[in-house]
């Protein structure tokens, strides 16, 4: 009889510990399933399109047409040159402006083929120059001002 009665105890003991665990079970299942509802909504609710931002700081971008190529790309990097360029569809710069840790400064247009064909800048010492090139290449008209103001 003492056999019984210590198989019954045991078996009353094993069914509240799968009483207790089926518990938490459910539990963490709601949690679980909470959690995926609540990132779904998120998701949902982020607004797609454009924002608007005070401030954002990085040091680059770009920007990707439809097709996610790159049209637009800003970029610093560690010696003191930070630049904007402009790609065509084809991937091709088309314009690129440039600051330079040395003081210069230039703006460069490329034609479709990717050759230089306008050229401006300014040199840390003063001087500034705008330069014209053919289509292939070849240095047309070259206008400019020396430091010491006189034209060249």
Partial sequence: MQ????????LQVIVHQQH???KRQRLLNIALLSVLV??????AVRPV????????????WRVVDAEGKERISAF??????ASVSWLDKDGKMRINAATHANGQASVQWNDKDGKRRIDAGTLANGQASVQWNDKDGKRRIDAG???????S
């Fill in 20 to 22: 207790v665990c089926a």
């Fill in 49 to 60: 399109g454009d924002a608007t931002f005070d401030t954002i700081t990085c040091k680059g």
């Fill in 38 to 43: 609540a990132g779904g909504l998120i998701a």
């Fill in 76 to 81: 610093t990097n560690p010696d003191g040159q």
């Fill in 145 to 151: 001002t020396l430091a010491n103001g006189q034209a």
């Fill in 3 to 10: 056999t019984l009665q210590q198989q019954i105890a045991a």
